[in-house]
């Protein structure tokens, strides 16, 4: 028997559970804030993808069908190619939450094919996007219990203006990607690499990036570079009625974002949630030149978060189950469970002809919180003997009390 592919997984259905209530929580939002939702296919051209990919992204494209095609590694090129063919209006606000797949070394949380959950801004340079965004993310991170969420910003324009200072720009993606591992690898290691790519320069180029204990220090000091960027950063404070913190090491590691960066951390130990930017010429690859800005949330590092803080993961949806105490009274039982549902209440009926003590093992095994056992007496009065699974207590009601007592747990 073959295993699943490398870097992939089968998902359990008590884990499912919390995926899809982790993805329709995020869903909810997201359409509070009148972000719209969008599909766009698993496989794009292979020209497509590498049209802003990157050197280091395009190592990890699943090439298929003899390299005509490939399997998206993100969400954002598949929306610059759709976006920059159409009319929409404008700012197009849209939201998608779907597979993505890349070609990378499986690690501990880390998958080959793993979710995201994009919003996107299309056809504004208003900072007023990137605030609606971060103040988006935040609410997110309060629906899931952590109300205080470190959110960082950086700007590519002085990262940009920073290397010309210096005078690496040559190097200046080598760079980047070398900045961007701070937190895989830690400052040290990020030293290391700096001076391999640059020699002394390396220092000079750490000291202005960690330079500055404030905001506003390092506002200061990013004025120097570019004043463009530092004003841009400026605006998105003082748009944001909650903390935000300015780290000029903040990079980004993909190639196409070209002013605002931000990242989304729950603490030091579970790194980031969430992060994005402003990519204001990749549209124009693809055939039509508009700004855009975005996010992409880690649905993945967000289930995981949810497992630990569940005490005990539900194994299934069901919330009654409805017994026969003889297979004479199975019809009656599916009449009773058709009508539950046309209540909104989930049920489930025996498929395998069992006795009722197997009934009631498979109705603890699965934890379903009711239990209703449908004999002679209840059917002929009417009435319905419910049991809570979890003290054992029981009830005889009527179907209308039933409901009550269910929809009032």
Same mark, same amino acid.
């Given at each position: 028997?073959?295993?699943?592919?490398?870097?992939?997984?089968?998902?359990?259905?008590?884990?499912?559970?919390?995926?899809?209530?982790?993805?329709?929580?995020?869903?909810?939002?997201?359409?509070?804030?009148?972000?719209?939702? /969008?599909?766009?296919?698993?496989?794009?051209?292979?020209?497509?993808?590498?049209?802003?990919?990157?050197?280091?992204?395009?190592?990890?494209?699943?090439?298929?069908?003899?390299?005509?095609?490939?399997?998206?590694?993100?969400?954002?090129?598949?929306?610059?190619?759709?976006?920059?063919?159409?009319?929409?209006?404008?700012?197009?606000?849209?939201?998608?939450?779907?597979?993505?797949?890349?070609?990378?070394?499986?690690?501990?949380?880390?998958?080959?094919?793993?979710?995201?959950?994009?919003?996107?801004?299309?056809?504004?340079?208003?900072?007023?996007?990137?605030?609606?965004?971060?103040?988006?993310?935040?609410?997110?991170?309060?629906?899931?219990?952590?109300?205080?969420?470190?959110?960082?910003?950086?700007? !590519?324009?002085?990262?940009?203006?920073?290397?010309?200072?210096?005078?690496?720009?040559?190097?200046?993606?080598?760079?980047?990607?070398?900045?961007?591992?701070?937190?895989?690898?830690?400052?040290?290691?990020?030293?290391?690499?700096?001076?391999?790519?640059?020699?002394?320069?390396?220092?000079?180029?750490?000291?202005?990036?960690?330079?500055?204990?404030?905001?506003?220090?390092?506002?200061?000091?990013?004025?120097?570079?570019?004043?463009?960027?530092?004003?841009?950063?400026?605006?998105?404070?003082?748009?944001?009625?909650?903390?935000?913190?300015?780290?000029?090491?903040?990079?980004?590691?993909?190639?196409?974002?070209?002013?605002?960066?931000?990242?989304?951390?729950?603490?030091?130990?579970?790194?980031?949630?969430?992060?994005?930017?402003?990519?204001? !010429?990749?549209?124009?690859?693809?055939?039509?030149?508009?700004?855009?800005?975005?996010?992409?949330?880690?649905?993945?590092?967000?289930?995981?978060?949810? /497992?630990?803080?569940?005490?005990?993961? !539900?194994?299934?949806?069901?919330?009654?189950?409805?017994?026969?105490?003889?297979?004479?009274?199975?019809?009656?039982?599916?009449?009773?469970?058709?009508?539950?549902?046309?209540?909104?209440?989930?049920?489930?009926?025996?498929?395998?002809?069992?006795?009722?003590?197997?009934?009631?093992?498979?109705?603890?095994?699965?934890?379903?919180?009711?239990?209703?056992?449908?004999?002679? !007496?209840?059917?002929?009065?009417?009435?319905?003997?419910?049991?809570?699974?979890?003290?054992?207590?029981?009830?005889? /009601?009527?179907?209308?009390?039933?409901?009550?007592?269910?929809?009032?747990?």
């Amino acid at each position: 028997m073959k295993l699943t592919p490398k870097g992939m997984r089968d998902i359990d259905p008590e884990v499912m559970i919390i995926r899809e209530d982790v993805i329709n929580s995020i869903k909810d939002i997201f359409c509070t804030y009148g972000y719209r939702p /969008l599909e766009t296919p698993a496989m794009e051209y292979l020209d497509t993808l590498r049209a802003k990919a990157g050197e280091e992204v395009d190592k990890q494209i699943f090439v298929i069908d003899g390299g005509e095609y490939g399997l998206r590694f993100d969400l954002t090129v598949p929306l610059a190619r759709y976006a920059s063919s159409t009319d929409a209006p404008k700012p197009f606000k849209r939201y998608q939450i779907e597979r993505v797949w890349r070609k990378e070394e499986p690690q501990r949380g880390r998958f080959r094919e793993f979710w995201q959950a994009d919003v996107d801004v299309i056809g504004t340079s208003s900072m007023r996007a990137e605030a609606e965004i971060l103040s988006l993310a935040r609410e997110v991170c309060f629906k899931f219990g952590f109300n205080k969420p470190r959110i960082i910003i950086n700007n !590519r324009k002085i990262l940009d203006a920073i290397a010309d200072k210096i005078g690496v720009s040559e190097k200046r993606d080598e760079i980047f990607r070398a900045l961007d591992k701070l937190d895989k690898i830690g400052e040290k290691e990020v030293a290391k690499l700096l001076k391999d790519l640059v020699g002394a320069k390396a220092n000079e180029l750490i000291k202005i990036v960690k330079s500055g204990k404030s905001n506003k220090e390092r506002l200061s000091i990013a004025v120097k570079y570019s004043p463009e960027g530092a004003k841009e950063l400026e605006e998105i404070v003082s748009l944001c009625n909650f903390d935000i913190e300015i780290d000029l090491f903040l990079v980004r590691g993909l190639g196409y974002y070209t002013g605002p960066v931000f990242e989304v951390k729950l603490s030091e130990d579970i790194g980031s949630v969430a992060g994005g930017g402003r990519y204001d !010429r990749l549209l124009a690859v693809y055939g039509q030149d508009l700004p855009a800005v975005g996010i992409s949330f880690g649905i993945e590092r967000l289930i995981t978060l949810m /497992l630990e803080k569940e005490k005990a993961a !539900r194994k299934t949806r069901t919330t009654v189950f409805v017994a026969a105490v003889k297979p004479d009274f199975y019809p009656n039982a599916n009449e009773l469970a058709s009508k539950l549902r046309k209540k909104g209440i989930s049920c489930e009926t025996d498929l395998n002809e069992r006795n009722l003590k197997k009934q009631f093992d498979y109705t603890n095994a699965l934890s379903i919180p009711y239990m209703i056992v449908l004999g002679e !007496r209840e059917i002929e009065s009417s009435t319905y003997t419910i049991r809570d699974m979890s003290t054992g207590k029981e009830k005889k /009601l009527s179907f209308n009390d039933l409901v009550k007592e269910i929809k009032g747990r």
